[in-house]
Every structure is written in structure tokens, then in C-alpha cells.
């Protein structure tokens, strides 16, 4: 059984351009979760997403940074315009309901 | 809002010592606790929990018991080894289905053969 998948590992973006981080749940999870690490610190939560629904957004910024889960296909973490400060590693974790989260390997977002 | 504290690192140590790692946390409510591991390049792994006071959980020779007296939840093991090298986070949930997980800000940990 596979585990989380999250793709790319690395995406390297220059400033201005866009970031789109995928994230495949553990099979037979219907909830996934984003979260984002700086350098040197602990995870910071951004979203919950259900299939088709955004359950709990308030980690996510603002401005510039968007998350879905369709009912087909990935969860996508996609960032606009990107700028420095969005350098981080990007978590994707899935879960059944109400159960134990399973964390993916990490997207490294280096902005140029 | 929910926060959680955990000694700052790195902390490096010499294969068998014993190893603490402390946690405490702020929160309303009960909420669950946490350990979870992060080996290089890796994801993260649960390593233990506990989800009500007085709980201790415990794997791979690694312990914690859920203090509320205290809001503490302090990791310990009786002696480490080279492998247990990686950084190790505390955190808490404050829904018993662990939703958004609120972690402490990480401690490394080296182990020297």
C-alpha cells in the first residue's frame, strides 16, 4: 500500500512565477492536510480539505496561495506570483476520518 | 490559541545515554498529544501518542506521559542509539480525530557512536 505521495520534491521557481505542489492522499484517505515548514521550525498548518471541500483554511495566507482536492486526481497547493519568504518545504499529510495523519516525503520550494 | 514549546536544540548525546526532550503546551480544552519523527529527506512519522491525562504512550523504546498538571508531555528513552539521530517534534491536536495538528518548533538530535 503506498504511502503519501507528494510530487515534485523540488521545484525551483523565480520570483514572480507560479508554484503548484501535488499531493496524492494514501489510498482509501478522503482528507488531506498542507502544511508548511520554514527553515528551522516546526510545521505550521495551512489547510484541511475534504473531497471536493475546503474544511478548515485558516493557515492558508491571504493572498497568492490556493488549495483544492477534486474528486478525481490530487490535492494541489498552488501558489501565485511566488516571492522569497515562500521558500519552505510544503507537507501534504492524509488521513481517514477522524484518524492518525500520514505525512508524504515534502515538497522544497526554493524561490530564486 | 494552541501553542507548543519544546527545548530548543541541537542536542547531541553518546550512544546509550539516556535522552529527554522536553514539551510543554498550551491549550483550552483536552487535547491530544503527540510525538512525531523526522529522519532526513523524509516525511514525518508518528512516533507516539496520548489522548487523554495520565496516558503514557510509547514505542521503540521511547516513552511519554501526558502531564496536565504540568502541560507537559516529555519524551524519554533509556538509551539511544546512532539510528535514533533525526529531529523530533511535539504536538498537539485539540479534536480527538487530529485534525489540524499545532507542533513545537522541532529538536534536533544527534547520537555519536
Known amino acids: 500500500n503506498a504511502g503519501v505521495m507528494q510530487n515534485p520534491r523540488h521545484l525551483v521557481r523565480r520570483r514572480g512565477q507560479e508554484a503548484r505542489l501535488r499531493c496524492s492522499p494514501m489510498?482509501?484517505?478522503?482528507?488531506v492536510y498542507w502544511y508548511r515548514q520554514l527553515p528551522e521550525e516546526g510545521l505550521k498548518f495551512m489547510v484541511y480539505?475534504?473531497?471536493?471541500?475546503?474544511?478548515?483554511e485558516s493557515g492558508m495566507p491571504k493572498e497568492r496561495f490556493s488549495a483544492e482536492f477534486p474528486k478525481e486526481g490530487p490535492s494541489i497547493l498552488r501558489i501565485q506570483q511566488v516571492v522569497r519568504g515562500d521558500s519552505a518545504a510544503y507537507f501534504c499529510?492524509?488521513?481517514?476520518?477522524?484518524?492518525?495523519?500520514?505525512f508524504g516525503p515534502g515538497t522544497r520550494l526554493t524561490v530564486l | 490559541g494552541d501553542s507548543v514549546t519544546q527545548m530548543e536544540g541541537p542536542v547531541t548525546l553518546s550512544e546509550e545515554a539516556f535522552l529527554t526532550i522536553n514539551c510543554t503546551y498550551t491549550?483550552?480544552?483536552?487535547?491530544?498529544l503527540f510525538w512525531y519523527v523526522q529522519y532526513p529527506g523524509e516525511g514525518l512519522q508518528l512516533l507516539l501518542k496520548?489522548?487523554?491525562?495520565?496516558d503514557k504512550g510509547s514505542n521503540k523504546g521511547f516513552e511519554a506521559t501526558y502531564r496536565k498538571e504540568t502541560t507537559s508531555f516529555h519524551l524519554e528513552k533509556g538509551s539511544v542509539q546512532v539510528s535514533d539521530s533525526a529531529v523530533y517534534f511535539c504536538?498537539?491536536?485539540?479534536?480527538?480525530?487530529?485534525?489540524?495538528?499545532?507542533f513545537g518548533q522541532g529538536t534536533r538530535l544527534t547520537i555519536n557512536p
Open positions: 499529510a492524509s488521513s481517514e476520518q477522524g484518524g492518525e495523519q500520514f
Open positions: 489510498k482509501g484517505h478522503s482528507h
Open positions: 491549550a483550552t480544552g483536552y487535547p491530544s
Open positions: 504536538a498537539l491536536s485539540d479534536s480527538p480525530g487530529a485534525q489540524k495538528l499545532v
Open positions: 496520548a489522548t487523554k491525562a495520565d
Open positions: 480539505l475534504q473531497k471536493e471541500n475546503i474544511i478548515d
